[in-house]
DNA sequence: AATAGGTACAACCGCATGTAG
DNA sequence: CCTACATGCGGTTGTACCTAT
């Protein structure tokens, strides 16, 4: 048995609102506050979920909201903080004043990810799709024992630069994470040059660069690298990329290898890596 | 003018998480 | 600690509008 439906879908309306529903919530909202949005619906006299009231209110009638286009300035803040947290969308919202979760995500669906792919980067682990192709090109010239390992690698760096880290769910800072070659990132310049802070994978090291925390637009000082951490370069040894593909089980256990020892070096990801 | 296809964005859904009692 | 409820979140769907044919 599930959880039970918040309201009764039979008898509230669905769909767009009206200017007249909009006023409604407008009002209430002016009266009361905002929160307590089961009972919004009734106090306000709409035939809608509770639910529903709450989402027009957070992504339409908040007066903080912008509503006009996107600046390309936010559209570069969009693609750094999704290669660096993937689509943890109210994360990047955040750091992104007047725009909602929604309105992030709608606008990368739309525009940005056809926009990368324009380019020729794969909007999902961003790197260039020539890379990867000719990386998949290259199995077919391999034996069979050759080919497992290199799709195993193929999977890992997947992995690695889909999410980069599954620890990082409560991330709230970016952290850039970059191949080195400049032909794996020629889009480099399409990216703001003061960028946040990164942290860039290199064979079997992690590194944090330079990226003056100060320099940074973010500022959620909870997750920020420890000053004499960040504002150097730094390495945090790792054995990511010692995984032998043996069996899923050490795989796994080598991800888990890698969190603690950043875990180790990095006490303020503490509640990051807590999954 | 009609309509098919594409696009942008608002809204919904279901699960996760937080919290008060 | 457990339960119930409110809220947050990300993925998906629905729909209005635009453009090409």
Redesign the pocket.
């Known amino acids: 048995m599930?959880?039970?439906?918040?309201c009764d879908?039979a008898n509230v309306?669905?769909?767009?609102?009206t200017p007249e529903e909009d006023a409604k919530i407008l009002a209430y909202v002016s009266n009361h506050g905002v929160?307590?949005?089961?009972?919004v619906p009734k106090k306000a006299g709409l035939n809608?979920?509770?639910?529903?009231c709450?989402?027009?209110w957070?992504?339409?009638l908040r007066p903080d909201l912008k509503?006009e286009?996107f600046t390309e300035q936010e559209e570069q803040l969009i693609i750094q903080y999704h290669a660096a947290i993937g689509?943890?969308?109210?994360?990047i919202a955040k750091h992104l004043p007047g725009r909602t979760?929604?309105?992030v995500?709608?606008?990368w669906?739309?525009?940005l990810k056809?926009k990368l792919a324009k380019m020729g980067i794969d909007p999902v682990t961003h790197k260039p799709i020539s890379k990867i192709l000719s990386d998949y090109e290259s199995i077919s010239c391999l034996s069979n024992n050759h080919q497992i390992r290199s799709l195993d690698q193929n999977i890992t760096n997947s992995f690695s630069s889909q999410s980069y880290s599954w620890g990082q769910?409560n991330s709230v800072d970016p952290l850039l994470v970059t191949d080195i070659t400049e032909e794996e990132h020629s889009y480099q310049g399409f990216l703001a040059a003061d960028s946040p802070p990164q942290i860039q994978e290199k064979s079997s090291q992690f590194q944090l660069i330079g990226a003056n925390h100060s320099n940074s637009k973010v500022t959620d000082d909870k997750f920020g690298m420890p000053e004499s951490k960040s504002a150097a370069k730094n390495t945090v040894t790792s054995s990511y990329y010692d995984y032998e593909p043996s069996s899923v089980n050490s795989f796994v256990k080598t991800l888990l290898d890698r969190d603690n020892e950043i875990q180790l070096d990095f006490p303020a990801f503490d509640d990051i890596l807590d999954y």
Do not use: A, I, M, V
């Open positions: 599930g959880r039970p439906p918040c879908k309306k669905k769909g767009l609102w929160g307590n949005w089961t009972q809608r979920c509770g639910k529903s709450r989402l027009r957070t992504n339409y509503h286009e689509s943890r969308w109210s994360l979760d929604n309105d995500k709608n606008y669906n739309t525009k056809k769910k």
